[in-house]
C-alpha cells in the first residue's frame, strides 16, 4: 500500500513516545467502550429476533443461540471494525483514538479479535482493577494491551 496516497488513513505513527498521543486516551477509552457496547446491544437486536424464529421452526433447538449471541456479535464486530482498515471500532473513531501496534505493523483482524477477547476476560477476573494497569503504564496501556504489543493512541 502506498502511504503517500492518502496519509489520512496512515495510522502508523514514528514516535510512539510522544506523550501528546496519549492525553485523554482513559476517558476517550471508557468513552468509546459505553458507545461500541450500546452498538452490539443495538445489533444483537436482529439476531435475537431471528433466533427467536428459528428457535420456532426448530422446535425450540435454534434457542440454545441465545448464550452465544453476544459474544459472536461483538467478536465479529470487533474483527471487522479494529481488524479494519482504521484500525478502530465506531466508538473509538468518535472518541478520537485508534489502536496500534508497538512494532509498527496493522492491527488485523485476528489481534483485534483476540485485543477484545484478552479485554474481556481480564475485566471479567479483574473488573474495574484492569483500569488501574493504564495508572503505571508510560504510554496508558491497560493489560490486554502490553500482552499483546499495542497501544491507543489519539488521532487528533
Known amino acids: 500500500m502506498d502511504r503517500t496516497a492518502n496519509p489520512s488513513n496512515d495510522f502508523s505513527t514514528p514516535d510512539l513516545d510522544t506523550p501528546r498521543l496519549y492525553e485523554g486516551v482513559r476517558t476517550r477509552r471508557i468513552a468509546s467502550f459505553v458507545i461500541d457496547y450500546a452498538l452490539v446491544l443495538f445489533l ?3 439476531a435475537a429476533v431471528l433466533i427467536f424464529l428459528l428457535g ?3 422446535l425450540g433447538i435454534a434457542w440454545g443461540l441465545y448464550a452465544v449471541l453476544l459474544p459472536v456479535i461483538a467478536i465479529v464486530y470487533i ?3 479494529m ?6 471500532t465506531p466508538g ?8 496500534a501496534r508497538l512494532d509498527g505493523e496493522r492491527v488485523d483482524p485476528a489481534v483485534a479479535v483476540l485485543h477484545g477477547v484478552l479485554f474481556w476476560a481480564s475485566a471479567s477476573i479483574l473488573t ?10 508510560a504510554r496508558k ?8 504489543g499495542t497501544v491507543v493512541v489519539r488521532d487528533r
Do not use: E, K
Open 128 to 137: 474495574p482493577l484492569v483500569l488501574l494497569v493504564s495508572l503505571f503504564t
Open 79 to 81: 474483527g471487522f471494525t
Open 44 to 46: 444483537s437486536v436482529p
Open 83 to 88: 481488524g479494519g482498515h482504521r484500525q478502530a
Open 92 to 99: 473509538m473513531r468518535f472518541a478520537g483514538v485508534h489502536v
Open 141 to 148: 496501556q491497560l493489560l490486554h494491551d502490553l500482552l499483546l
Open 56 to 58: 420456532i421452526v426448530t
